[in-house]
């Protein structure tokens, strides 16, 4: 069964204070790994799509990369206008995995002035 | 090109009852999937559809099922709700040429 963890649970930084954010995963065979990021009463609004170790996507402040067993989520110069719920999920090869998302409970990320 | 769009946004219903919730998605997108989201289980798939079939489904009571329309339309239905069914019901779609799904706002279900 295809498992994805999230830490830090909570992150509380400066404006200007760059950090990471981790996703930790296991699949039989990995079909994608996916960031989006959720604010408060809304849908999930997607990121990033990486497909294999070594790959890296940009943009803006956001910068997500990949290896084997796990996903980091760079964030650059933060503003408080950052400040969400990022969510990480896999979706892998075969079976019980196919058109489905598994999701991490995510990391609240919250950005001071 | 419009998003995403499920309704009702809100709903309040009574232990017992039954409800029916409704997505419609991107246009051109095909596949549909539904995610149950708590605070205590986080994201969790119900079921894809495709093309009208049936291509996975969650683990889930069978009182949660769903159906999708020709037009690619979808809905769920939550029979016999129980409190615990309380939740926020998140509708996405997918096109067929890449993997990652878009999600709709959301249906925030209350059972009292």
């Known amino acids: 069964e295809d498992q994805v963890t999230q830490s830090p649970e909570a992150l509380r930084l400066q404006e200007g204070e760059s950090s990471s954010l981790n996703c930790s995963y296991t699949?039989?065979?990995?079909?994608?790994l996916f960031w989006y990021r959720q604010d408060p009463g809304k849908g999930p609004e997607f990121l990033f799509t990486l497909y294999s170790a070594g790959e890296e996507k940009e943009k803006e402040r956001l910068k997500a990369t990949l290896t084997k067993k796990e996903s980091f989520l760079h964030i650059t110069a933060p503003k408080p206008e950052d400040s969400a719920t990022y969510l990480c999920a896999v979706q892998g090869v075969g079976g019980g995995s196919n058109y489905k998302l598994t999701f991490g409970k995510g990391t609240l990320l919250t950005v001071n002035p | 090109k419009a998003g995403v769009t499920q309704t009702p946004r809100y709903l309040i219903k009574t232990r017992g009852q039954q409800v029916t919730l409704s997505c419609s998605p991107i246009?051109?997108?095909?596949?549909v999937s539904w995610y149950q989201q708590t605070p205590g289980q986080g994201l969790q798939f119900l079921f894809e559809y495709f093309s009208e079939t049936q291509r996975n489904k969650g683990n889930f009571p069978g009182r949660f099922s769903g159906r999708q329309f020709s037009n690619s339309r979808s809905e769920m239905n939550v029979s016999t709700l129980e409190l615990g069914d309380s939740a926020l019901y998140l509708c996405?779609?997918?096109?067929?040429?890449?993997?990652?799904?878009?999600f709709g706002p959301g249906t925030r279900l209350t059972v009292t």
């Open positions: 996405a779609s997918k096109g067929q040429a890449a993997y990652e799904q878009y």
């Open positions: 246009s051109g997108h095909r596949s």
């Open positions: 699949v039989s065979g990995l079909r994608g």
